[in-house]
């Protein structure tokens, strides 16, 4: 991006000043503890003059100017420094991998569904590591369905209050297996189906325990050359990566289930899954939608406004998600050779939905609108539509279209207001 475009985002972004400023006094959900929030910076006349780096400028400086060259060398050469200084490399799908249908109820939540749980086994042994998934496909359709696909972070057992889902999974960061239902005001299954959805989830501790060693117990282990050793090449990947990486195998899978329209699935994250559906989305095509709810620091916001949590502190409080390159960012976002902009034109030219709410500060809403707007050039050259705003839009009003984009009142979540767009988006891309 040159100077000039960059200093009319830095225009747009003085205008809204004033709705931001009055969101900084509503802040108060439930992440940013006071110690840590009050070490960020909330403050737009803080956020340092930044030039954004040009999605369509090769490395070696030449401007990208066909749909070609952006497919054939632009968009490898921006994987490749995602993968070598934010998320590090992902590896392709393991050689062993084996998909086991565990359950089927083609009469569940009263006739409305059918549930199956499918377990994907990584590495050829038993006890290895997998991803137990979570499929309700709509009953009484004539072809196979659309589906959201989309990582919870309690258990599958928490999406919904059916009893017939098995309890599996824990609370990532939380000791205790949480009670059944108790994510469902996230994940509302009824809505989804009656409109004729597919959803399918996996508890993304399957794939990794969040927590620093939680590799030790995932799926990165069994790519690593030196298993147990605590040496990390600088681009290797990161929790991010295996998280995405799962939801590539995830897809694997539905390309073979007879319920699902394989051609119409649809990625959808919150917050640190938001940074991995994004990242997913990024790499791998057979996603023909992404959705990014609140995703922030590291996903949909730029990390050169260092606003709300920052390279320095996402690097600080959970190294393990990035690869350790990426730590040599925090005291220097300027230097990194990509921005996030660039992770959402690596999506182009499907549709991208990017979503912000007001006191969810920490997540930078401006900044996540910014990049979605930045993103915009790519999608242009590539004959799709996308924002079609410059300055964000109001609270609770959704706009764009190939890049579709809302900051909805209230805090750090996914609400019936953002499933509403989100469906809404889906309906208008898979041409329902
Ligand atoms: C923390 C973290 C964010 C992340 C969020 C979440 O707040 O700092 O980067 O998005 O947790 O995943 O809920």
Request: hydrophobic residues 35%; glycine residues 12%.
């Amino acid at each position: 991006m040159n100077r000039s475009e960059a200093m009319k985002i830095r225009r747009s972004l003085g205008r809204a000043k004033l709705g931001w400023t009055f969101g900084i006094l509503l802040m108060g959900g439930p992440l940013p503890t006071a110690a840590w929030a009050a070490e960020a910076n909330y403050d737009e006349s803080r956020v340092p003059d930044y030039i954004l780096p040009d999605p369509l400028r090769k490395e070696n400086g030449r401007p990208v100017k066909s749909a070609q060259a952006w497919r054939d060398q632009r968009r490898p050469e921006l994987l490749r420094l995602f993968e070598t200084h934010v998320y590090g490399r992902t590896p392709g799908p393991t050689k062993r991998m084996e998909f086991k249908v565990r359950s089927v109820d083609p009469d569940a939540l009263g006739g409305k569904a059918t549930r199956k749980e499918v377990t994907i086994h990584f590495g050829g042994a038993p006890d290895g590591p997998q991803l137990r998934l979570l499929i309700y496909a709509p009953n009484g359709r004539e072809r196979p369905a659309p589906a959201f696909l989309g990582l919870n972070f309690n258990g599958n057992h928490t999406v919904h209050a059916d009893p017939g889902i098995t309890i599996a999974g824990g609370g990532g960061e939380r000791a205790a297996v949480p009670d059944r239902g108790s994510s469902s005001r996230r994940w509302p299954v009824e809505t989804i189906l009656d409109r004729g959805y597919a959803l399918v989830t996996a508890w993304y501790g399957d794939l990794e325990p969040d927590r620093a060693d939680g590799w030790k117990e995932g799926v990165r282990e069994l790519f690593r050359p030196n298993p147990g050793s605590r040496e990390f090449p600088p681009d290797a990947w990161g929790a991010i990566g295996a998280w995405a990486w799962g939801l590539s195998r995830a897809m694997d899978y539905l390309e073979t289930d007879p319920d699902i329209d394989r051609d119409r699935v649809a990625l959808i994250g919150h917050s640190r899954l938001g940074k991995t559906a994004l990242w997913a989305g990024a790499q791998d095509e057979r996603f023909k939608i992404v959705i990014s709810n609140n995703s922030g620091c590291g996903g949909a916001a730029l990390s050169r406004r260092q606003f709300g949590e920052t390279v320095e502190r996402i690097n600080r409080v959970f190294p393990h998600w990035f690869c350790a390159r990426f730590k040599e960012y925090g005291a220097g976002e300027d230097r990194l050779p990509v921005d996030q902009h660039q992770l959402i034109a690596l999506i182009a030219p499907r549709p991208v939905y990017v979503a912000s709410a007001a006191e969810d500060l920490w997540a930078d809403p401006r900044g996540e609108f910014l990049a979605a707007l930045a993103a915009e050039p790519v999608y242009r050259l590539l004959g799709r539509p996308g924002l079609g705003v410059n300055d964000p839009p109001p609270l609770d009003h959704a706009v764009g279209d190939f890049i579709g984009y809302h900051i909805r009142a209230g805090k750090h979540d996914v609400t019936d207001y953002d499933w509403a767009q989100y469906l809404g988006f889906a309906d208008r891309h898979f041409g329902k």
